[in-house]
């Protein structure tokens, strides 16, 4: 763990609309150095699962997806539109709750979230916008790791790369910054067996890590039209390490909520 005392979020500013095939890697050592961002080992890279998406050719046309039986049945349970639906149960590997409006889902990558990530907005500009969503990254630890490969070549420094979204929570309203791809950042810091102030072993804790620095950068991000969806970290209070979104998803054995 580092002591610095400092945990230094920067907006990476003025990035382009990101289209299929971009390399996100080099554009991002591009406008850091145009901004004076220097790279450090043990810096991070956070950036906004839908840059991500739209360099890899994540972007769907709803007038091209044919909705089958069961998309049809749950949109009208769930009033959304069947070609969306049918998308949803593409990306998942089971329906989890459809009632209320709400269709949450466990996603292929086996975490939790609504509409397995599928989102219309900022996913295009112009008078069709309406018509495309954007899926997530279809494995975003390795999306993560590719991108970080890219930084580490042009900075050599070890880098660190998140991947985030906007999730919902259980008990709670309003969403949050999550993880869902990471490379070179521990998502999940064990403290079992560290004493606290008083000497006491901790015999529980076990840190979401990139889940925090995830929060963290969402509110640099912002969630409408700041167009700021790359976020240069220094200070990180963690050792680095290789790991993976894995370490973040609960067993299911240890879910008390399915």
Not at 59 to 65: G, I, K, P, Q
Not at 85 to 112: C, D, P, T, Y
């Amino acid at each position: 763990m580092t002591t610095s005392g400092q945990l230094v979020l920067t907006s990476i500013q003025n990035l382009p609309i990101i289209k299929e095939d971009d390399d996100l890697g080099s554009m991002i050592f591009n406008h850091a150095q145009k901004q004076s961002i220097g790279f450090e080992d043990g810096d991070i890279i956070v950036m906004a699962q839908k840059i991500v998406s739209k360099s890899e050719g994540r972007l769907r046309d709803l007038r091209e997806v044919k909705p089958g039986l069961r998309a049809r049945f749950i949109a009208r349970k769930v009033q959304k539109d069947a070609r969306l639906v049918e998308l949803i149960l593409q990306e998942s590997n089971k329906v989890l709750r459809a009632k209320n409006g709400k269709l949450i889902v466990e996603h292929k990558k086996g975490f939790v979230c609504a509409n397995a990530g599928i989102d219309h907005s900022n996913a295009i500009g112009g008078d069709d916008s309406s018509h495309f969503v954007l899926l997530l990254p279809e494995d975003a630890d390795r999306s993560a790791s590719k991108i970080r490969s890219v930084l580490e070549l042009k900075t050599g420094k070890k880098i660190g790369v998140l991947i985030i979204d906007s999730h919902g929570r259980a008990w709670r309203t309003g969403t949050t910054g999550t993880t869902i791809g990471v490379a070179g950042v521990p998502a999940l810091v064990d403290l079992r067996g560290t004493p606290d102030l008083f000497g006491y072993r901790l015999r529980i804790t076990q840190v979401a890590a990139a889940d925090e620095l995830a929060a963290g950068a969402s509110l640099m991000m912002g969630q409408a039209a700041e167009g700021t969806p790359c976020i240069h970290v220094r200070g990180f209070p963690y050792q680095m390490r290789e790991s993976g979104l894995g370490e973040l998803i609960r067993n299911k054995n240890k879910d008390l909520f399915r």
